[in-house]
């Protein structure tokens, strides 16, 4: 009786996994170090359900997992339809390092039934045993640098075969540096040789970083999504090989800098932390300005350096001489250089003479690992006038004593009439009506104003600013977007290159911080990627509108 009961059990048990059937493989067969391969499941199922997939993948990585195709057969058994569903996922995995990866506890639960898997091993190998179809890869122009110092950082895709389609499914972060990224133009794939072999190379991504610590940091891979074609097994009957469409994803290996800090002797005290070879430039100004006329200077400085980290320097220190604005601008003149315009306003609150003198500027040769100073010129000039006049209308004052006076003769059929007291006196009667009238008026304009504020502040100046929200909220947020935004709201005229800096250093409450930083990480590379429009991440209304209020 009790063994009856036990094979009773066993049947309902099987009865329950009739029909459910999954099989695991690993494509390629020998997977590659750093390079990802698929782990893909096949599930057939008679349940309409989700199946639920779980398994240990010992040391090595799951990167994602998608859903590639779903089949349905439907067959008669015993007089009865049976519809089998063949569902198939792939997970893309990489290994860090060589030797046997071990895939344990796999277990597919389908509608509360669940179907345990044996464990798969293979072997990862340290290098390809034959050249690479494709592979990504990312180059630095050193592996040792300054804290500060520019470094090129350029990601390739290298490939031997028909490259149908790509995407960067993964951008990389580089924490610990402040970077300035790339987009690569139109005309970015060449031939170049390689380990002996022959690939065509395409630049996908670079940006230029400066490292912020000492010690060794991390140069992030890049995880590329290609679509490729490959030669398909066998021939066609006509003898002719065919090829099919195939979907791999591979990923750069990160590489590591050395990081120095700079030396702490013979620092001098014009040193402002620019590393590399930088030059100064000041503009020319007139030789005489008038009392309370702006005098606009502007400084450039171009170099290789981290320009983005760079303020603007104290340039006149006189009591004669109050500044009255300061705004720069920053603009990329190569993929390694850059120049920032600091652009001055003074006004000159008292007659005198302001002195050229020397202005010192200072950088670290990073090649020679010494310290480098330099001067520039600082015009001079001469404010006239007496102190406290009025200020001259345009930037291109003339000074009114030297211009001559043009005299004007009246005909002598004109005569002058003299005033009318009574007409005057009548009109003085009815300004206080017309005091009335006007203040009444005014009150009008004020509510209308007041009522239609919302309007007004988009026709005064903030039209873009309207147009950027309503697309954000209706369509999504993405990086450039976010960025385009707060480029907008800045008052300061900065160009800020690093977003989530920005947002860090801004005066928002942590709370709305922390979303704007988690709302960045997730869109910061979808931004500038060939299929942004299709990465657009949702923003809370409320949260749009604070970091809105925020900024301003």
């Known amino acids: 009786m009790k063994r009856l009961l036990v094979i009773f059990v066993t049947f309902i048990c099987s ?46 990585r799951v990167l994602g997992r998608e859903r590639q195709g779903i089949s349905i057969n439907t067959r008669i058994v015993n007089g009865q339809f049976t519809t089998i569903r063949t569902v198939t996922y792939a997970y893309q995995v990489v290994a860090d390092r060589a030797g046997q990866v071990n895939i344990r506890d796999i ?8 179907v345990q898997v044996e464990p798969i091993r293979f072997n990862v190998l340290e290098t390809s045993p034959r050249p690479r179809e494709i592979f990504a890869k990312v180059v630095a122009d050193t592996e040792e640098a300054f804290i500060g110092q520019g470094i090129d950082v350029r990601y390739y895709l290298y490939y031997r075969t028909s490259i149908v389609g790509r995407e ?17 133009g139109r005309d970015s794939v060449e031939t170049v040789q390689y380990q002996g072999n022959v690939y065509r190379r395409m630049y996908v991504y670079g940006a230029r970083v400066f490292p912020q610590r000492e010690g060794f940091v991390t140069v992030d891979p890049i995880r590329i999504r290609v679509q490729y074609t490959r030669e398909r097994g066998g021939s066609s009957p ?15 290996e990160p590489i590591r800098i050395n990081v120095r800090d700079l030396p702490g002797e013979g620092v001098p005290s014009s040193f402002r932390g620019l590393v590399g070879e930088h030059s100064f430039n000041i503009s020319s100004i007139r030789d005489k300005h008038l009392v309370n006329e702006p005098i606009e200077i502007r400084l450039s400085v171009e170099g290789g350096g981290a320009l983005e980290e760079f303020s603007a320097p104290l340039l006149y220190d006189d009591d004669a001489l109050e500044e009255f604005d300061r705004q720069s601008n920053l603009q990329e003149t190569s993929f390694s250089e850059a120049r920032k315009d600091f652009n001055y306003i003074f006004l ?42 009025p200020a001259p209308s345009g930037s291109d004052s003339v000074d009114s004593r030297k211009q001559p006076v043009e005299r004007v003769t009246l005909p002598t059929s004109l005569r002058l009439i003299s005033p009318n007291f009574e007409i005057a006196t009548y009109r003085t009667g009815i300004n206080t009506i017309q005091f009335l009238s006007w203040l009444l008026f005014s009150i009008c304009v004020g509510l209308i104003i007041f009522l239609l504020k919302d309007l007004w502040a988009v026709r005064l100046g903030k039209v873009r ?76 209304k409320e949260k749009l509108h604070a970091l809105i209020k925020g900024l301003r």
């Open 15 to 60: 009865f329950g996994l009739f029909g459910q059937e999954v099989s695991v493989k690993v494509d390629p067969e020998t997977p590659i170090k750093n390079e990802t391969f698929n782990l893909i499941f096949s599930i057939q199922t008679e349940s309409e359900d989700r199946p639920y997939i779980s398994f240990d993948p010992g040391h090595a």
């Open 107 to 114: 277990n597919v639960d389908i509608g509360g039934n669940t």
């Open 168 to 184: 960067i499914e993964q951008f990389p972060r580089l924490d610990n540096f402040t970077k300035r990224f790339h987009m690569p």
């Open 238 to 252: 006509f003898g002719m090989r065919t090829r099919e469409y195939a979907t791999r994803t591979v990923m750069s």
């Open 348 to 389: 000159g609150r008292a007659p005198g003479e302001i002195r050229s003198r020397d202005f010192y500027y200072s950088y670290f040769d990073y090649k020679n690992e010494e310290y480098i100073e330099r001067s520039i010129r600082l015009p001079g000039f001469v404010i006239d006038g007496p102190s406290g006049s």
């Open 465 to 540: 600013v309207y147009k950027l929200t309503q697309e954000i909220i209706q369509n999504g947020v993405t990086y450039s977007s976010l960025y385009e935004l707060v480029k907008e709201l800045d008052e300061d005229g900065q160009n800020y290159v690093s977003l989530k800096e920005y947002i860090k250093e801004s005066k928002l409450d942590d709370e709305l911080k922390n979303y704007f930083i988690n709302l960045i990480n997730k869109t910061e590379g979808a931004g500038y990627s060939d299929l942004a429009k299709s990465k657009k991440v949702k923003v809370k």
